[in-house]
């Protein structure tokens, strides 16, 4: 099977070790990952912006059109390109390329979906002993149904200690440009989330989506919570391997979870990501 990284921009731009990791696990699993280099944004911040970039469509699907599979470790992207791509083909009345863009996106997949439904496997041979936290974004329960995916791969990661998240259904605030249109608001739905991360006493909080982390973990490092972020898919690519005490990786102390008092207003929605 010849498979494809889509990286998306977030990840390529600012958070790159989650794109080694979605390589480093898949070829783990047996599979060989090509990462073409003519790959753009998927247009997803513009339509939702209402700049419909028919553009974008047709480069994503002349891009990954040949490959047999395309793994996104992005449910939000993947998103995207399932509903948005064929619309915003027909938007500009090319059906031709709607016809590709479905064809296409029915080969894409976010990266549970692609483990779980094409690998077939929920264990992946991970190992990562920490307390951790996992927030569903809304686009992988709302818009693509990615279900309990990530948690049934979680759930077989050795060692780890995990814990429910409170009022996993809400969303943290950040929509991408519903953080910008609307700051407040976006404050307020952060501040609730990172109550509910505190109370968890978690050392880790993970999603599949590095938007939403970016998001989460700003306001986390603002306050000085001592809560991680990572991406799924880098507890995933996590082995026994590395935690041998002649390799003492970083993130092998991800750091406690702070005291109730040390809890703070959630910051501005536009401050910058953790370094």
Not at 83 to 92: C, L, N
Not at 184 to 202: C, E, N, Q
């Amino acid at each position: 099977m010849r498979v494809a990284l889509f990286a998306t921009c977030l990840i390529d731009a600012l958070f790159p070790d989650a794109g080694r990791a979605t390589v480093q696990l898949l070829e783990r699993l047996g599979q060989r990952v090509e990462f073409p280099l003519e790959q753009t944004c998927c247009g997803q911040m513009h339509a939702n912006s209402g700049y419909f970039e028919v553009e974008l469509v047709g480069r994503y699907v002349d891009v990954f059109s040949r490959y047999d599979a395309v793994v996104v470790p992005s449910a939000s992207c993947a998103a995207s390109i399932h509903h948005q791509h064929p619309m915003i083909a027909r938007a500009a009345g090319d059906e031709a390329l709607a016809v590709r863009a479905e064809s296409v996106g029915s080969k894409t997949y976010e990266l549970s979906q692609f483990l779980i439904d094409v690998l077939g496997t929920d264990d992946v041979g991970a190992y990562f002993p920490h307390r951790v936290t996992y927030h569903p974004t809304c686009h992988s329960v709302r818009l693509l149904g990615v279900g309990d995916r990530p948690l049934r791969l979680l759930r077989n990661v050795r060692g780890i200690d995990l814990v429910e998240l409170p009022r996993w259904d809400e969303c943290c605030g950040f929509g991408g440009t519903f953080a910008i249109k609307n700051p407040d608001t976006s404050a307020a739905m952060l501040a609730d989330k990172m109550d509910a991360v505190i109370d968890t006493g978690a050392e880790v909080l993970c999603a599949g989506d590095r938007s939403c982390l970016m998001h989460i973990g700003g306001g986390l490092e603002r306050i000085r919570a001592g809560v991680r972020t990572l991406h799924l898919v880098e507890i995933l690519a996590s082995t026994e391997d590395e935690y041998r005490p002649d390799r003492a990786p970083a993130r092998s102390q991800p750091g406690a979870a702070p005291a109730r008092s040390q809890r703070g207003a959630a910051p501005a929605a536009t401050e910058e990501p953790p370094g």
